[in-house]
């Protein structure tokens, strides 16, 4: 499962048709008993640089690379279902399509 789109990286830098990945998508239990997903992105230029799986081909993106949310336990998607589907609504990201 992946996602291309167009990343705005930050200080009017963009980047066009960005393959991206979440490699690791876990949910973890609270200290209050809710459970939140915390799930990595990892930002590629093109699906050939993705390919190479050379972490010095990855792009960053402060806004993109990591979130945590909250995860409900009823829910029926896995956990990378949900964390591609809360990543497509990214406002860094847009012309998001499935790769």
């Known amino acids: 499962m992946a996602i291309t789109a167009n990343v705005d990286l930050g200080n009017d830098v963009s980047k ?3 393959y991206i990945i979440v490699p690791n998508a876990r949910v973890i239990k609270n ?3 809710s459970f939140s997903l915390v799930y990595n992105v990892n930002i590629y230029k093109d699906a050939s640089d993705r390919a190479t799986n050379n972490i010095m081909k990855q792009l960053r993106c ?7 949310i909250d995860y409900d336990t009823a829910a029926s998607d896995n956990p990378f279902v949900l964390a591609y589907t ?3 609504t990214n406002g860094s990201l847009s012309s998001v399509a499935d790769a």
């Open 16 to 18: 066009t048709n960005c």
């Open 31 to 33: 200290e209050d008993d």
């Open 62 to 68: 402060r806004e993109v690379d990591h979130h945590k």
């Open 86 to 88: 809360h990543l497509k």
